[in-house]
């Protein structure tokens, strides 16, 4: 399974690559106006920053909701650096936009993906990825890892190459279950990320180890 983090931040970005397990990096314009990102040079500047320091795909979202403004700047930002792929939207323009790059044999990660139809339709225009937002549908009583399961099982059944790429992951917890069901990426906050290292009995039997290995001198 590959590991990619769902951050805008440089440091967080730094700090995932220097643990030596990351794969790639998701943004949205979300986060990219939480690190007070805004206007199209800082933008596109940002992205090149990534790209530098991860070397994996970066998933660089568009603004427009036409399908040939989408085009427009899907193929501006994957321009932008090798490492780019395009996140469009899952709307029928975005279905559009996503067939047109896909044929031109640019990447894109389809988003904001809340149900197995619309799974089937991403496959369907060509997506490389695809994002169910897992915390999403846990948030309104719904079942997020229940429908990465449902993927799994359409693209499994008819080998679409579309890759599943768990996304809005809120705990360590999400990101195992996605392991177990066969998700291929799962992106997470670092926070999720770190506290898959963590284990209370990790850290009792390493204190004890230390003390046992200070005694005799
Ligand atoms: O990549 C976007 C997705 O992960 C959003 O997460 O936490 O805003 O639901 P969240």
Redesign the pocket.
Known sequence: MEFFI?TANLSEIKEANEMGILDGV???P??MAKENIFGKENINKHYRQICSIVNGPV?AEVIATDYKEMVQEGLALSDLHDNIVVKIPMTAEGIKAIRYLSDKGIRTNC?LVFSAGQALIAAKAGATYL?P?L??LD?ISADGVGLVAQIRTIYDNYQFSTKILA????HPMHITQCAEIGADVV?A?LKAIQQLIKHPLTDSGLAQFLKDAQKGG
């Open positions: 769902d998701t943004t949205n979300s986060l998933s988003t994002s937002f915390g999403r948030d996304a809005s992951i809120r992106t906050p």
